[in-house]
């Protein structure tokens, strides 16, 4: 696809469409939308748009698709796969002004919210209400929660509570061809037709711009324990995941870090809280899992805890915290969230976000760690482990930049092959956006990417929205 | 589309591919493979084929999609929105012979099945292994899965555990083209490109055919109780739901009938289950919640009940029946389950399956009866109220064939424009199929309708698979 540049007229008819103040050409201001989360890419659009509503865009899309304009939506600018960069230049469209919480309906436990809502404003708001939204992503207090449905984040409560897709019924979505539509219905079933409301949903801004969610909500759990349970290996942690599910309990949270990743993110959480860590982490313990439980009765939390307790105790793990204050939950919640910050300070990471069935999660760890002595890199794991969601961090540390964009690469790939070898994929919450782009054909066959441009002909046949990513 | 002829030479060719037994001709063989369960709609295929394999469906769909025959999958025939039927004529493919569970993975949670298992069997192996699969669609004891998965069916359970779609983790797909592919990973989270997995779910055996699903599992709860609550008016119930949920409960089980549906329903059962009903209807109530909650916890559940029975107090409602024996139990839920059949011995109906915001509920259950008044129709309304799933049965009677055909639909488009101005759309679980597709435009715009169009393209290029449902 041959695209255009974008012309003074043109960005004179964005100003009328957005007005002067929300037209960015200013080159270093301009810089800020250039890159996100995702290691050290950069690309610098030729203009960023704040529009204030889906009729603006409607406009500013109908003028792009003419044109054969690039448009790339862009959130909060925490992704971890560079979906929201606009690799092909041309506009960015910024969604910062799409900021209200539009209504929190308490009677069908629904809420409808603009997509440039921080997703920590989004949760405390309805919380204030008594109502809960699960999905809860480590960057929450950064995030867009448009970003979070266009990504399909998880994060910890996703192991009992369902991913961000599991909590979208309906969209208001801006076509490529400037079309305004409404994916579905506020109801919590539909079979009424294609699920566009689902396609939509981890499409990484490919498909159309969402200018409105409308997301339903739950009762509050009241009472929640939480357990950090210390293992002699990585692999002997990975081992029990499956058998305490196994063995009936549903944990509102289960992670797993390595002992180094907690060791990488103590410093950096004693520098931001400025609060010493007290938590121990004896050197003699490799990996942990923080398994939270919650509900409304204390005793039945008691008995799960206790039924969570005895599995572990038949692998080689070591004495069980049970945090009962909530400094200690918060302190361990703390170094659990700021692992990924933590690791990135120490040194620029690639960071994988790979997801198997639970029972192969010893198999994968294991050959992770065996892939990185083969390749020369040291990694530091983590993640949503309850899922089998692990986030790989390969840390760059003394490796050189010719073998950090090559054979470092070429490891990755071992990564993600193993990964498909034992019955999972490439991304569990992350997406794919440009830096896993080229590992595509190890996930699937050339059929489904086939399939997958076909949707996205239908959606955007000049190809014009957020061009490069997925495929 | 100008479909071609099923010639003798095809025929032929089909029988290499699939085995002469496995090819019907016969007219009255192939006569059962013409309806559904759908009012009385009836189109009888040119030829019935019974394949195998996945490769055998391949091999159908090359010479299918090179001759431009249409081909329709089926299941088990139970569908309510003909889904099933060949409306353009040519090939049906049964999917009868795919009748295997290949795989229950108890460490994973997980089960590989064949699309033409009966999900009562399904729902049966699991259990043995102490799992459970939660969607239990009234007809389980018949349905095939692969039908439920198409048309992602609900059933009573969905309120707290969600519709089919909500526990497909992967398929194994054949395209119209032949190619088979696997449309994700076997995986509890999955942000690795476009959501195929969850854009067949729902799509009504149009997009291509399932041979495989995988299936996530859970848990069983080990205890339940169950509840009848009497209202003295359908409108009194349904304004009782949003409130229940408002209170914080999270039921298993939320179900609504008119006394009208019960009394329709107990000669039936009557008769069927060779046991008279003890359940008591007085004549002053006119309407029932059935609700069940589950857990492992009798003290939590009965704490549950108490807060359900202190919201349905505050309402016009009559002494609620608390189901404490097994048989009670039972009766309970085979009245609830066999309303469908029931009404149907009694009447020809049209099924609507409409779904709303829970707090609409009560404003549509009168709009729908001000509707039969002057469309000159009866109606029995049931249903998964939970969700805000009311279904419709609207009785033919004395009605003659030419108003049946006429005006009494354009009464039920009344309907299905009253449910869209509440938030709610056409259907919850039965799917569009022929029986609801002219009343598409009701619900979504052309925009909508020209993405469904493009998405069914990128599939199915010479839209030979399930011609002319939805839209």
């Keep these: 696809m041959a695209f255009a540049e974008v012309s003074t007229d043109l960005i004179s008819q964005f100003e009328t469409i957005v007005g002067e103040e929300n037209v960015i050409i200013d080159p270093e201001k301009r810089y800020n939308y250039s890159h996100d989360e995702t290691e050290d890419y950069s690309f610098l659009p030729d203009v960023v748009l704040k529009p204030g509503t889906p009729e603006e ?24 796969s560079g979906g929201a960069l606009p690799v092909q230049n041309g506009v960015v469209i910024s969604m910062e002004r799409f900021n209200k919480i539009l209504n929190i309906d308490e009677l069908n436990l629904q809420a409808t919210v603009e997509p440039g809502v921080i997703t920590e404003v989004f949760q405390n708001a309805v919380k204030e209400k ?14 867009f929660i448009g970003g979070n449905v266009s990504e399909n984040s998880g994060g910890p409560k996703a192991v009992k509570y369902g991913v961000t ?6 969209l208001e979505v801006v076509l490529p061809t400037g079309d305004i539509i409404w994916t579905g219905a506020n109801v919590l079933k ?25 997301f339903k909500l739950r009762g509050i759990p009241q009472k ?27 944990p509102s949270g289960m992670e797993f ?49 206790e039924a969570v307790m005895s599995v572990v105790e038949k692998f080689q793990a070591g004495e069980i915290l049970f945090a009962d204050t909530a400094a200690q939950k918060e302190e361990l919640w703390k170094i659990r969230k700021n692992i990924s910050p933590g690791v990135n300070a120490y040194s620029l990471t690639k960071a994988e976000d790979v997801v198997v069935p639970r029972a192969s999660l010893p198999k994968l760890i294991v050959g992770i760690k065996e892939i990185g002595k083969r390749y020369g890199f040291n990694s530091v794991c983590y993640g949503h482990i309850g899922d089998g969601n692990l986030h790989v961090n390969v840390m760059k540390e003394q490796i050189s930049d010719e073998d950090w964009n090559t054979k470092i690469n070429d490891g990755i790939g071992e990564i993600f092959k193993l990964t498909v070898s034992l019955g999972g994929t490439l991304s569990g919450e992350h997406g794919i956006g440009i830096a896993k782009r080229p590992y595509m054909p190890i996930a699937m066959r050339e059929a489904n990417l086939t399939l997958m441009r076909g949707i996205k002909k239908a959606f955007d046949p000049n190809g014009i929205l957020n061009p490069g990513k997925i495929f």
């Design 57 to 80: 865009i409607s406009r500013i899309m109908k003028l792009c698709n003419q044109h054969l304009i690039p448009v790339t939506p862009r959130g909060g600018g925490t992704g971890l």
């Design 224 to 250: 929640s324990v939480l357990l950090l349970m210390p293992f002699i290996t990585n692999e002997e942690a990975c081992k029990a995941i499956a058998e305490i599910f196994r063995a009936g309990v549903n």
């Design 165 to 170: 897709r599991d909590y979208v019924l309906n």
């Design 130 to 143: 008594g109502l809960f939204y699960p999905p809860d992503p480590a960057s929450r207090g950064s995030c």
């Design 257 to 305: 870090f390595e002992r180094e990743a907690a060791m990488k993110t103590i410093d950096y959480c004693e520098k931001i809280y400025a609060a010493k860590v007290t938590t121990p982490f004896p050197e003699n313990m490799d990996a942990y899992l923080l398994c939270e439980l919650d509900g409304n009765d204390d005793e039945v939390l008691m008995r799960e805890a």
């Design 190 to 214: 539909n079979s009424t037709g294609y699920n566009l409301t689902q396609l939509m949903c981890g499409s990484e801004g490919t498909l159309g711009i969402i200018t409105k969610i409308v």
